[in-house]
């Protein structure tokens, strides 16, 4: 797994041996030697991780990392802050700065590198839904910037079965108002997994009832669990379980004896973490929402309606999971609509799309999908419906929105009425292969044939069954 780092270091010698090191396992390096021209660089070259030394002239590690970390632009990037500082204290205070990890020199490779393979699939997944954030922010769906939250309130789960172990790590969490729970064995961490949505799991790889990293993979494989950041504990022998608990896909870890401090921090990182790809993911479902639906009547938008109507036309005769079936089509229309804008103005007019889109909701099949097509224009798709039956619905709907109260201003009521037409696709026969486009087109011509005839009224397509429905007026 390739990836781009920057070395952040004042002594050549150091910059030199480590990107040798990264360079040998394909990692593309680039080196600065302050802090400041690693704020720039990192904001201009957009590394997949940060190698940052503490001790450096001028900007130490520390301030470089706050800043890092309060930038819209690099906020997202992994730290690893390196130093010769081997102090528990230090250690918390490059975690406070927001650093994801605090590596003491002289560096053991092997442990860095399965920390990098980590923080680049992290890396990678925050780029992807960052991307798709933006996307949605440059839309004007989403907006402002995300200030790290607390992490009070979260839920943490203690997988531990040694008292003497739980005590203090529970007391540390607490202490920062995180909601500890504790399982004593793999199993019971599962079943709690699974009916709580923790925001962290800490796993004790001493853990003696079951099999600590059988539990992570299973984390790891299942979709509802993928995202749960999961901290390791362990003591200074169990250091080939940290590794490949990192090759199972373990987010941060810390040696016993356990520091509560470094508890803290380390969990308060992979918390607020979480809660940033949450809110990521929050973006993204909304942006899906607006692509699909209408925000003046919550009715999807026309892109679904065209979309999901050539899909269920386009299903083939022999499918097995989605035989093909009739569908039918409504377009309506609002009479008269032009009207209610100019006498009481847009605002009556949406809100009169609205009580009708209401109408459309509370009178229709959970299945019958309804979309708002444009303007004063709704459309309907009715899979598994004969034209009889669709016109059945239809007129029902006339009539509702006939007799619907609407008050465009107080101690007013004005008559909305709707025109229909209905075409129909059936399940065999020459207009078995029709198109989308061409059953909305023989709906519209059906609506028109509404309106021509003096609207309110609903009219079958003439292509699809002889005969319609009219409530003449």
Same mark, same amino acid.
């Given at each position: ?46 590394? $997949? ?149 923790? $925001?962290?799991?800490?796993? =004790? ?76 993911? =929050? ?84 299945? $019958? =999908? ?57 399940? =065999? ?45």
């Amino acid at each position: 797994m390739t990836a781009r780092i920057l070395i952040v270091d004042d002594m050549p010698a150091n910059t030199r041996i480590l990107a040798a090191k990264l360079e040998a396992e394909y990692y593309q390096v680039n080196a600065v030697h302050d802090g400041m021209t690693a704020l720039d660089r990192a904001r201009d070259w957009q590394p $997949d991780i940060i190698l940052l030394d503490v001790m450096m002239p001028g900007m130490d590690g520390y301030e470089t990392c706050r800043q890092l970390k309060q930038s819209d632009a690099t906020l997202h990037i992994p730290v690893v802050m390196i130093t010769a500082l081997g102090e528990t204290n230090e250690r918390v205070r490059g975690l406070e700065a927001g650093a994801d990890d605090f590596l003491v020199k002289p560096v053991d490779y092997e442990t860095l590198f399965a920390r990098l393979k980590s923080l680049v699939r992290l890396k990678r997944l925050l780029d992807e839904w960052r991307m798709r954030g933006a996307t949605a922010r440059a839309l004007g769906m989403e907006g402002g910037s995300f200030d790290p939250p607390s992490v009070a309130g979260a839920h943490a789960l203690v997988v531990e079965d040694a008292d003497r172990n739980i005590a203090p790590a529970m007391a540390a969490l607490q202490a920062d108002g995180i909601i500890a729970s504790r399982a004593s064995s793999t199993e019971e961490a599962a079943a709690m997994i699974q009916a709580v949505p923790f $925001d962290l799991v800490v796993l =004790s790889l001493s853990l003696k009832a079951g099999d600590p990293l059988r539990l992570a993979s299973e984390l790891r494989a299942a979709e509802s669990t993928q995202a749960i950041p999961l901290l390791l504990i362990a003591g200074a022998e169990e250091r080939e379980r940290i590794l490949r608990g990192f090759d199972l896909g373990a987010n941060d870890w810390l040696m016993r004896p356990l520091d509560p401090n470094e508890l803290r921090a380390r969990a308060r990182n992979q918390i607020r973490r979480k809660f940033y790809q949450d809110r990521l993911r =929050s973006d993204i479902d909304h942006a899906l929402e607006m692509a699909l639906t209408d925000p003046l009547t919550g009715c999807y938008n026309q892109r679904y309606m065209l979309r999901h109507l050539r899909s269920l036309l386009a299903v083939r005769p022999d499918a097995v999971t989605a035989p093909r079936q009739d569908v039918s089509l409504m377009m309506i229309d609002v009479d008269h609509f032009k009207d209610v804008n100019d006498q009481w103005g847009h605002p009556v007019g949406d809100r009169a799309l609205r009580a009708i889109a209401e109408q459309l909701r509370g009178r229709l099949r959970a299945f $019958d =999908s309804i979309a708002r097509y444009g303007g004063e224009e709704f459309a309907v798709v009715m899979p598994g419906t004969q034209p009889q039956a669709a016109l059945q619905v239809a007129e029902r709907l006339r009539q509702e929105i006939e007799r619907m109260a609407f008050a465009p201003a107080p101690g007013v009521q004005h008559r909305l009425t709707v025109s229909i037409g209905i075409a129909h696709r059936p399940l =065999s026969g020459e207009r078995a292969d029709m198109q989308a486009e061409d059953l909305v087109r023989e709906a519209d011509s059906a609506l028109y044939l509404a309106k021509h005839a003096g609207r309110n009224q609903v009219r079958l397509s003439g292509l699809a069954a002889p005969g319609a429905v009219a409530a003449e007026r």
